[in-house]
């Protein structure tokens, strides 16, 4: 992807440390998460999202199944390092910060879980009126033989 270099550095800094644990090293797997959101960033831009729902509905269906599934399993894990969160020695205003981004990502997952629904059933009536308009051609043409 567009960072891959970037990518790969820091999967070969994952790979090579002795202690993922250890301070210096514990945010590299989330610095990688990072860095593959921002390619999708760069990837799927509203333009490109606008073009493919125009061109092609069922790349960007694919597309909004694959979202979905991401987010919810941020959601997952999030949700089971919540309780731990709360009872950690950490700020309050850290554990706010976390706290409200959880409810914004369970509030987004709900709403793109609906606009998939929505979708889903958009992209069915538009392959029937497809199928429909073929049907009416055919109809038509028999008319104007028989005519």
Same mark, same amino acid.
């Given at each position: ?82 309780? *731990? %969160?709360? /009872?950690?020695? $950490?700020?309050? &205003?850290?554990? =706010?910060? !976390? ?5 914004? #990502? @369970? +509030? ?6 609906? *606009? %998939?629904? /929505?979708?889903? $059933?958009?992209? &069915?009536?538009? =392959?029937? !009126? ?5 049907? #009416? @051609? +055919? ?6 033989? *028989?005519?």
């Amino acid at each position: 992807m567009l960072q891959n270099q970037k990518n790969l550095n820091l999967i070969e800094q994952i790979k090579t440390c002795q202690n993922l644990l250890e301070f210096e090293h514990i945010s590299l797997p989330f610095e990688l998460i990072q860095a593959i959101f921002e390619d999708c960033q760069l990837t799927f831009t509203p333009e490109v999202l606008k073009q493919l729902s125009e061109t092609e509905p069922e790349t960007l269906e694919s597309w909004a199944i694959a979202l979905s599934k991401t987010l919810g399993t941020q959601l997952e894990l999030l949700n089971s390092w919540q309780p *731990l %969160l709360d /009872s950690f020695p $950490l700020s309050v &205003s850290l554990k =706010q910060r !976390i706290s409200d981004r959880n409810q914004s #990502l @369970k +509030t987004l997952i709900n709403e793109k879980s609906e *606009l %998939l629904k /929505s979708s889903s $059933l958009i992209l &069915s009536q538009e =392959q029937q !009126i497809c199928q429909e308009t073929q049907e #009416l @051609k +055919t109809l038509k043409s028999k008319i104007q033989q *028989l005519t």
